[in-house]
């Protein structure tokens, strides 16, 4: 089986625009990925992830000085959102009924 996996990775939840990055890059692939890759049967799993930008390198054990936001070890999980998960819809399906957000999805180690 042929497919894509496109992980998409934010540090702030809104774009420039304030839109939220969920809400943007959902829209892009409705309106660029698919249509990009309709009729070729491929599968695709789109993912945004949110980092929080709230981790951190620290420069030394007592200094109180970090390369980041907050210590390493401070660093919040990443939010994973869903875009699309399936087969690319036929060209003549359009880009409406087969993908929703499916949701946040808990990160996990491969």
Same mark, same amino acid.
């Given at each position: 089986?042929? &497919?894509?996996?496109? =992980?998409? !990775? =934010? *540090?702030? +939840? @809104?774009?420039?625009?304030?839109? +939220?990055? !969920? =809400?943007?890059?959902?829209? $892009?692939? $409705?309106?660029?990925?698919?249509?990009?890759?309709?009729?070729? #049967? /491929?599968? @695709? !799993? /789109?993912?945004?992830?949110?980092?929080?930008?709230?981790?951190?390198?620290? @420069?030394?054990?007592?200094?109180? *000085?970090?390369?980041?936001?907050?210590?390493? #070890?401070?660093?919040?999980? +990443?939010?994973?959102?869903?875009?699309?998960? #399936?087969?690319?819809?036929? /060209? *003549?399906? &359009?880009?409406? *009924?087969?993908?929703?957000?499916?949701?946040?999805?808990?990160? $996990?180690? !491969?």
């Amino acid at each position: 089986m042929n &497919g894509f996996d496109a =992980v998409l !990775r =934010v *540090s702030d +939840p @809104l774009t420039w625009g304030d839109v +939220p990055w !969920r =809400v943007e890059a959902h829209g $892009r692939v $409705r309106t660029h990925v698919l249509p990009a890759l309709a009729g070729t #049967g /491929a599968y @695709l !799993r /789109a993912l945004l992830v949110h980092t929080q930008e709230q981790g951190g390198l620290a @420069l030394g054990p007592d200094s109180g *000085s970090h390369l980041g936001f907050n210590p390493l #070890g401070e660093a919040a999980a +990443p939010i994973v959102t869903i875009l699309f998960d #399936g087969q690319v819809p036929a /060209a *003549s399906e &359009g880009s409406g *009924s087969s993908a929703e957000i499916l949701g946040v999805a808990t990160p $996990r180690a !491969r």
